[in-house]
């Protein structure tokens, strides 16, 4: 992968290489004998991501190294055990007694092509294009051929393209099986994402009991939907305590000095200003289920409630994704599950999110494959022209999570002084809002010297996930929305 030119220069990165960008080491596994053998057979070489490069598991010091390395094999091992497992089950949730053998010899077939992919995955192999009778084929296949040759592979290519090849090619074995069709290996996870966070959840409920319409309280729930993306634990104990989300309900302003760019004010005046008598939608990316979609639904509550959106649409992928990542069927059992709750004041709740949707002050958007697609989001104009255009009829479009982030920014590591604005090169379908704890080398928008002051607190700041950003791009200036 070539790194993109530019001629400006973030000082910080270059300074010191054991502070911006590096992975945290402690957690690899391996002797170091063996992955210098890695290394070398794979051409990795021991730097940080350059600025302005992609991110990618040819740089050591990464996180996309890191990920690749020691993360994403787990995923895919987690996910054979689970099937496993689950195998008896399964056979009997999918298929008829007549059909218990076929569905068992499917079953290990599909495990066999999840070891396959996760050896290409060690290996470096080459992606290959999809063969089956996945709906968004050609749009993949197109997508890999495109590719330079050079960026084909899992650790030559961008990371965002090598993880989300992953996650795609994982579903597309179940999608283009007989038996086991809408099967998905995550669902156990993301419902104890919430069942697990059901003390959360009646916190979040009571403290938002009482309807402020002030910016001040707008802004501490943008906060609490920040932190409440907690999936990847933050590697500071200090921080990690700060955000639990009990911790954080306690006293929201606490967790203010871990914010680094906050946009709320303007965020506010976005939903509160211009012509308030005209039907005003807002649009939320989702990204994970659990107590953070229950924080998403609280948010847009709060939204429609004070007239500051008369729908929020929420779009979800379109099958498992990322592990956690919020599909159709998660949405509506969250609605289900907290509606059914046996405490009296969580179930009103969930009975009142599910009338929103009746009439229509909630909405599902129409499933796009957009989202699973490996593209970033300043493609979106050219390779999904109707959902650009729904998303231009929203007042706001709320970004949530490390992943739609790292897609704004087409998962390249550009000087972290740069405008997000600039960085979003021309995608502005309407005014922006992300919602979003670093977890990664990817960050725009932060005050000159900000970094510096960072990486000499904690080496480990940008993927520690104990940072946020709430950060607001104003569509109306560019375009006069
Ligand atoms: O749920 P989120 O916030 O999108 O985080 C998931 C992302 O974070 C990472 O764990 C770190 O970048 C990636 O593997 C993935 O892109």
Redesign the pocket.
């Known amino acids: 992968m070539t790194p993109m030119e530019s001629s400006s220069k973030d000082n910080d990165a270059e300074a010191d290489p054991s502070t911006k960008n590096e992975a945290p080491p402690k957690e690899s596994k391996l002797p170091r004998s063996i992955q210098t053998a890695f290394d070398a057979k794979y051409n990795i070489v021991d730097l940080q991501t350059p600025l302005n490069a992609f991110m990618s598991g040819q740089y050591k010091r990464s996180?996309a190294y890191h990920?690749l390395r020691n993360?994403?094999p787990v995923v895919l091992t987690n996910v054979i055990d689970t099937m496993t497992r689950e195998k008896t089950e399964l056979v009997a949730q999918y298929a008829s007694n007549d059909f218990e053998k076929a569905a068992r010899d499917e079953l290990k077939t599909i495990i066999g092509l999840i070891s396959q992919l996760k050896y290409e995955l060690q290996t470096d192999k080459a992606f290959h294009n999809f063969k089956g009778a996945e709906p968004d084929q050609d749009d993949w296949n197109n997508f890999l051929g495109d590719l330079p040759s050079g960026e084909r592979t899992f650790y030559r290519g961008c990371s965002?393209h090598a993880?989300c090849y992953l996650y795609r090619k994982l579903y597309s074995f179940v999608e283009n099986s007989i038996f086991l069709k809408g099967y998905d290996y995550f669902a156990k996870i993301k419902e104890q994402a919430l069942t697990g966070s059901m003390d959360d959840v009646l916190a979040l409920t009571k403290y938002t009991r009482r309807p402020e319409r002030t910016p001040k309280f707008f802004g501490e729930l943008l906060k609490i939907n920040l932190w409440s993306?907690c999936?990847?634990a933050a590697s500071d104990p200090e921080a990690a305590a700060q955000m639990l989300n009990l911790r954080v309900l306690k006293d929201v302003e606490a967790t203010n000095e871990y914010v680094l760019v906050d946009h709320a004010a303007e965020i506010w005046r976005c939903l509160t200003t211009g012509n308030l008598k005209k039907p005003q939608q807002v649009d939320f990316i989702l990204?994970?289920a659990g107590y953070e979609l229950f924080s998403d639904l609280i948010l847009a509550e709060y939204m429609v409630e004070q007239g500051m959106a008369t729908k929020v649409r929420f779009h979800v992928k379109a099958h498992p994704w990322?592990v956690?990542?919020v599909t159709e069927r998660d949405f509506k059992w969250t609605l289900e599950y907290l509606s059914q709750h046996a405490d009296y004041i969580i179930s009103l709740l969930g009975k009142k999110f599910m009338q929103f949707l009746d009439e229509g002050k909630f909405e599902l958007a129409p499933i796009s494959h957009f989202w699973t697609s490996p593209h970033a989001f300043c493609s979106m104009a050219q390779t999904d022209p109707e959902l650009y255009s729904s998303l231009q009829l929203s007042k706001l479009v709320v970004f949530?999570?490390?992943?739609?982030?790292?897609k704004l920014l087409q998962d390249v590591c550009w000087a972290s002084t740069l405008e997000l604005s600039t960085c979003l090169r021309g995608f502005l379908p309407s005014n922006i809002c992300v919602l979003?704890?670093v977890?990664?080398e990817i960050v725009s928008g932060l005050a000159e010297g900000s970094s510096q002051a960072l990486a000499s607190k904690d080496p480990h700041w940008m993927?520690s996930g104990s940072y946020g950003l709430i950060q607001f791009v104003d569509g109306a200036r560019e375009f006069g929305y």
């Open positions: 996180f990920s993360r994403l965002l993880e993306n999936n990847d990204d994970n990322f956690t990542d949530k999570g490390e992943l739609n982030y790292r979003r704890r977890k990664s993927v």
